[in-house]
């Protein structure tokens, strides 16, 4: 079992940058794939990035050059760095943990936080 708890949202002029993190309890982080997903108002969640047990990362094309995922495999948390928000980056931000390989896929994720709110103002 793994609980998640983000943190770092918040209210952002666009252009401007936030940091997530994603607190997660249990003895065996480091083998879980760390994902990043998103929700905007009446739209489905869609994911944003991942960061694997081996250090890779895949981000989607909407925000590739603009985040950065990372882990403290020691500290048991997951990191998104956002910079250069844009208003079409608002929504409410979820942590998500799958014991396997990267995947963009939500419903392969077992494990999700509460969200967090971000909202980029234009």
């Known amino acids: 079992q793994v609980q998640l708890v983000e943190s770092g949202g918040g209210l952002v002029q666009a252009g401007g940058s936030l940091r997530l993190s994603c607190a997660a309890s249990g003895r065996t982080f480091s083998s879980y794939a760390m994902g990043w997903f998103r929700q905007a108002p009446g739209k489905e969640r869609e994911f944003a990035a991942v960061s694997g047990i081996n250090t890779y990362t895949l981000y989607a094309d909407s925000v590739k050059g603009r985040f950065t995922i990372s882990r403290n495999n020691a500290r048991n948390t997951v990191y998104l760095q956002m910079n250069s928000l844009k208003p079409e980056d608002t929504g409410v931000y979820y942590c998500?943990?799958?014991?396997?390989?990267?995947?963009?896929?939500?419903?392969?994720?077992?494990?999700w936080g509460q969200g967090t709110q971000v909202t980029v103002s234009s």
């Open positions: 998500a943990a799958r014991n396997g390989p990267l995947s963009r896929d939500p419903s392969s994720y077992a494990y």
